[in-house]
């Protein structure tokens, strides 16, 4: 069982940024491959980013590449996700999720295991 908690939500003007952190317990963090997801009002979750296991390689959706960085920090059972020149479409609530399976896809939320309660991020003027 893992327990995933996000942090670092916030209201930003649009062109600002925000960093986003999700702290994870239990001893195989290093083990787990982590996703961001995002989901605004009326609408459905939506995959944002992902961080694997096997040598951290890491995946964006189309709409945040360039602008949204994720990392991790295995010694701190941690996983950031950076976010700049926000725009006001990204305005939602994000979601950390950890897939302790392994999986070749990373999508969607069925690849998931774990979810955190999720942080309010709006971007507004």
């Known amino acids: 069982q893992v327990q995933v908690v996000e942090s670092g939500g916030g209201l930003v003007q649009p062109g600002g940024s925000l960093r986003l952190s999700c702290a994870a317990s239990?001893?195989?963090?290093?083990?787990?491959?982590m996703g961001w997801f995002r989901q605004a009002p009326g609408k459905e979750r939506e995959f944002v980013a992902t961080?694997?296991?096997?040598?951290?390689?890491?995946y964006y959706a189309d709409f945040v590449k360039g602008r949204f960085t994720i990392s991790r920090d295995n010694a701190k059972n941690t996983v950031y996700l950076q976010m700049d020149d926000l725009k006001s479409e990204d305005t939602a609530v994000y979601y950390c999720?950890?897939?302790?399976?392994?999986?070749?896809?990373?999508?969607?939320?069925?690849?998931?295991?774990?979810w955190g309660q999720g942080t309010q991020v709006t971007v507004s003027s």
């Open positions: 999720a950890a897939d302790q399976s392994d999986r070749i896809w990373y999508r969607t939320p069925r690849d998931y295991d774990y």
């Open positions: 239990g001893h195989t963090f290093s083990r787990y491959n």
């Open positions: 961080v694997r296991r096997n040598g951290g390689s890491t």
